[in-house]
């Protein structure tokens, strides 16, 4: 059997593999178990509330578990089924398609606001930064922070009530038009729900209190490229324009676009270098 017969093979199974079925069922399980987090934490003390989930409350560290995995389990899902689903998405408007991929950035700054609301090493670390860069946006900088994040003026607050509500909300507006066409159920997908349950009992989700003596943290495993990016270049580039770039090609990247291969060609160059920079930031 040739190479290429066997890469077209596993194109095809990757296509036939229900993705978005999968991610719904990530999400669903994501969802009640944020629920159970949710009802422990309080935004006024973020590393207290963590640490007393894990300690104190029955069961409380396997739920935080079960919610930040089956979170990184949607978003990983989401970006399989866009992969591989795009070639059905041909017939999409302009405005169906942009909307769909606005779902991306919308469940990143949901993850993301769950890293900071940890309020632990990581976490803080994160919010500081993702601060810094929206307040060097001139003009609309200041607007933005206080609409997501105003961490030193309100402490978690304004993040905790975007992750649990806002961005929620604004995901499901976003992406309501394409979720409503599956009908997923867990008894179709035991395997798979079984699967995170017990990955969740193995494995801790992850808290880092401070060390002393140690100065470099590392963010978000998504956060990483722009963290070392910022490393040499300004902030409003390294953490506006370059990451905002994809976002816009990702938008525009239909096959009806007359710019399609570039815009391609320019995805893929993204992707390999901001791959190069997390590698970097990983061996620091």
């Known amino acids: 059997m040739s190479k290429e017969t066997v890469v ?8 036939e593999l229900r ?64 992969i591989a689903t795009f070639e059905k998405t041909a017939d999409y408007s302009s405005k169906q398609w942009i909307m769909l991929t606005a779902t991306l950035p919308v469940v990143i700054l949901i993850l993301f606001t769950g890293y900071v609301l940890r309020g632990d090493a990581t976490g803080f670390s994160a919010g500081m930064i993702a601060e810094a860069i929206l307040l060097d946006i001139p003009f609309i900088g200041k607007n ?38 599956y009908r997923v159920a867990f008894s179709h997908h035991v395997t798979l729900t079984i699967s995170i349950l017990i990955f969740s009992i193995l494995i801790a989700a992850p808290f880092e209190a401070d060390h002393l003596g140690v100065f470099h943290i590392n963010g978000p495993w998504f956060f990483l490229g ?17 990451p905002a770039s994809l976002i816009v090609a990702i938008a525009l990247l239909q096959k009806k676009n007359r710019f399609f291969t570039p815009l391609l060609t320019y995805i893929i160059f993204w992707l390999f270098t901001y791959g190069i920079l997390t590698i970097l930031a990983l061996n620091r």
């Not at 077209?8 to 296509?15: E, G, N, P, Q, T």
């Not at 722009?226 to 409003?236: A, F, G, V």
Request: charged share 10%; with cysteine; net charge positive.
């Open 19 to 82: 993705w978005g079925n999968f991610s719904l069922i990530s999400l669903y399980i994501s969802v009640l178990s944020g629920v159970v987090v949710g009802l422990q934490y309080d935004p006024a003390t973020p590393l207290y509330s963590v640490s007393t989930l894990d300690m104190l409350v029955p069961y409380g560290a396997y739920f935080r578990s079960l919610h930040f995995y089956s979170s990184q389990i949607f978003f990983l899902f989401c970006l399989c089924h866009l």
């Open 144 to 181: 933005i922070n206080d609409l997501f994040f105003s961490i030193t003026d309100n402490g978690m607050k304004r993040i905790y009530i975007n992750h649990i509500i806002g961005f929620g909300v604004l995901w499901g507006w976003l992406a309501w038009s394409h979720v409503r066409k």
């Open 226 to 242: 722009l963290q070392e990016l910022l490393r040499y270049l300004p902030s409003i580039l390294a953490g506006v324009i370059y």
């Open 8 to 15: 077209r093979s596993i194109l095809v199974i990757f296509k």
